[in-house]
């Protein structure tokens, strides 16, 4: 069975840590992507990759980075957390010219005190 | 920039009976996908139904079919006979066909509640 998995279920960080988040994919994809979830917004897409050591910021970069260093995974990164980053991180993987829907991970539930 | 809406923050249905949950995008474009995906409490993201857009008929699965109006711009999803199974966050979404990556853009979620 494919899967993309999430490190952590859930995470409870202090405001100015640095936060890693990571996501692994057994499935040769080339797409990856990470998604902030919050009620009411829907899932808004933080970075994505489309290959190794490439990066495309998506509608809300702010305050995160990535890292593709394998195809395999995609780590976002919170520089120094904040309180209004507390969310649901989602993770998700798609093939390159597939007109398919991706691949979700279960999602981190992400808390900032 | 695209946009999708999804106008019903929750819903509530009888089991067995139907149930539609509606979604309207905006697009400049011909030449896209749309798709219907499920979140149950476990948090798993499961695709429900696609559409293409140059295909006039509309997608079915099972007991989920859809109603695909280009012109208008909408994309509602039909739900028969629900099942308690089939409660869940419904998240509707849109992607350019030609664009690199598959950048899907969503709408805000439906909550779908089942009564038994």
């Known amino acids: 069975d494919v899967k993309v998995t999430q490190s952590s279920r859930y995470l409870v960080k202090r405001t100015g840590e640095k936060v890693f988040l990571e996501c692994v994919q057994d499935m040769d994809h080339e797409n990856m992507f990470w998604y902030r979830q919050d009620p009411g917004l829907g899932l808004r897409l933080i970075y994505f990759?489309?290959?190794?050591?490439?990066?495309e910021k998506g509608d809300i970069p702010e305050g995160y980075s990535v890292s593709r260093e394998k195809k395999e995974r995609f780590s976002l990164i919170l520089e120094s957390a904040s309180t209004n980053q507390t969310s649901m991180y989602l993770c998700?993987?798609?093939?390159?010219?597939?007109?398919?829907?991706?691949?979700f991970g279960s999602g981190t539930r992400l808390t900032v005190v | 920039a695209q946009t999708v809406t999804q106008s019903q923050p929750e819903m509530s249905v009888q089991e067995a009976e139907t149930v539609t949950l509606s979604c309207t995008y905006d697009?400049?474009?011909?030449?896209?996908?749309l798709f219907w995906y499920k979140q149950p409490p476990s948090r798993q993201m499961i695709l429900v139904i696609r559409q293409e857009a140059y295909k006039q008929q509309n997608a079915t699965e099972n007991r989920f079919s859809v109603n695909f109006q280009k012109a208008a711009k909408s994309f509602s999803l039909k739900i028969s006979d629900s099942q308690l199974g089939d409660a869940a966050m419904y998240f509707c979404?849109?992607?350019?066909?030609?664009?690199?990556?598959?950048?899907?853009?969503f709408g805000q979620g439906t909550r779908l509640t089942i009564n038994p």
């Open positions: 998700a993987s798609s093939r390159g010219s597939i007109p398919a829907g991706y691949t």
């Open positions: 990759s489309y290959d190794v050591k490439m990066k």
């Open positions: 697009t400049s474009e011909s030449d896209y996908y």
């Open positions: 979404a849109y992607r350019h066909r030609i664009q690199g990556a598959q950048k899907l853009v």
